[in-house]
């Protein structure tokens, strides 16, 4: 579900951790799994994707979600 965030973000892991000052290691154990994702990290990732929604970038589509 992290992978699939940044990919509708076009964010890499690397500017993804640059964005919220987290390590580019915390966020790759978010990517593979093997690290819980924290709240603050899931509620930035919440806020961009509303934010494209609000600007009509993004769409919802009931099957995903999300879609663009």
């Known amino acids: 579900e992290f992978k699939k965030a940044l990919k509708r973000l ?4 690397r500017k993804f951790a640059a964005e919220t000052g987290m390590s580019v290691s915390a966020v790759n154990e978010w990517a593979t799994a093997r690290a819980k994702m924290p709240q603050i990290a899931k509620a930035y990732i919440r806020l961009r994707l509303n934010m494209l929604i609000a600007l009509g970038e993004l769409q919802i589509d009931r099957a995903s979600r999300v879609k663009r």
Not at 10 to 13: A, G, H, I, P, R
């Open 10 to 13: 076009k964010l890499s892991q």
